[in-house]
């Protein structure tokens, strides 16, 4: 079976090209389609398959700058020749499924997300965006999402990582998707003895992940939490945050995974589609404190691995501490890691396959 995965683009190692590393263990003669690639950025798993790039990879600067050719896009998808391939995947949270599948193939798409920016995210992009980046959206995001709406018949079966994606993709493309956990390696999570005092957030930090909410709550809580993650918004959050507040630009996995497990509990500040902060923090017996929206809705089981603030507030996500800091004798760390298992690789694989087979 010649099989052709469609990925957004290949810059960089996030959920997504994990993702696409476990859908390439279970088809290892996949080619892979993108629209810009660069071999530095990935994974040797990845950079052992055949690649296959757009006209966009050829364009000034596309592996810095892939996303102001988003007009150009859907012509790109479209100009791939797919001849001859059985099953078409699409790994979609940039522009992937509107390819244009032979007709005899099976086009199943694993959404990450719809493209938030087109989409549920569309005004604060615009909020943020400078005057040219607005001059754009206005003449292009209309007609983008009338193409992403009309690509969707284009896909026999969708996978969403989480039930907020599922329920995403039913209000926008009006169809219906099976809930697919993305695969979390949680065997390489393991408790410690030496839990500290200390809160965790771990992120980038940026806007949409809300970290002020965190340091502005810990700053009056007086509660010790490190920070671990780099980004815009460094700058302004480590002149505000208190000295209780300890900052860490990047840290080795062994050094993250300690940290988890050492950590008195997660706090999970931002709405997202699925979230493996979360789950790595569960599988390393720690409990999570997480905005009660989005994947975190799938990923913690409330007074088992976790409890939930109600919104996206300082004022919320304090009672929200108080809440945990009186639960925390109750917090079953064995009952706990076990809600993680259900995230593990085999289910994933054998979910994904089952889905092939039936679309």
Not at 178 to 191: A, G, N, T, W
Not at 202 to 208: A, E, N, R, W
Not at 264 to 286: H, K, N, Q, W, Y
Request: aromatic fraction near 12%; charge should be neutral; proline fraction near 6%.
């Amino acid at each position: 079976m010649r099989v052709a995965i469609i990925h957004y683009w290949l810059v960089g190692m996030r959920g997504g090209e994990r993702v696409l590393e476990r859908l390439l263990s279970l088809y290892p003669q996949a080619d892979i389609f993108t629209h810009v690639y660069d071999p530095s950025s990935v994974s040797d798993v990845i950079r052992r398959h055949k690649v296959v790039t757009s006209f966009i990879q050829d364009l000034p600067f596309a592996t810095r700058l892939y996303q102001r050719y988003l007009p150009l896009m859907p012509r790109a998808l479209e100009s791939f020749d797919l001849t001859g391939y059985d099953l078409v995947i699409s790994s979609e949270s940039g522009p992937a499924k509107g390819v244009i599948p032979p007709p005899t193939s099976k086009h199943v798409c694993y959404c990450h997300s719809p493209m938030r920016y087109l989409w549920d995210h569309h005004a604060q992009y615009g909020a943020s965006a400078g005057a040219l980046a607005k001059l754009g959206m206005g003449l292009f995001f209309n007609g983008l999402r009338i193409w992403d709406v009309t690509s969707s018949a284009r896909v026999d079966a969708f996978a969403a990582n989480s039930n907020f994606v599922r329920q995403r993709i039913e209000k926008y493309y009006r169809r219906e998707a099976e809930v697919i956990h993305p695969p979390v390696d949680v065997s390489l999570f393991k408790p410690r003895e030496d839990v500290e005092d200390r809160y965790l957030w771990v992120g980038q930090l940026t806007s949409y992940k809300r970290p002020d909410l965190a340091v502005d709550a810990f700053n009056r809580l007086k509660l010790p939490l490190l920070v671990v993650g780099a980004g815009e918004m460094e700058a302004d959050l480590r002149r505000k945050a208190g000295p209780n507040i300890t900052f860490v630009q990047r840290m080795g996995f062994d050094d993250l995974r300690a940290a988890y497990a050492r950590a008195r509990a997660l706090v999970f500040t931002p709405e997202e589609d699925f979230g493996i902060v979360p789950v790595e923090a569960i599988a390393s017996g720690r409990p999570v404190l997480a905005y009660g929206r989005g994947g975190a809705l799938d990923t913690v089981s409330e007074g088992v691995s976790g409890l939930f603030f109600q919104e996206p507030t300082v004022d919320s996500l304090i009672e929200g501490v108080e809440r945990l800091e009186q639960w925390l004798p109750e917090f079953d760390q064995e009952a706990s890691r076990a809600t993680a298992a259900r995230f593990a690789p085999e289910h994933f694989d054998r979910a994904f396959q089952d889905l092939v087979q039936r679309a």
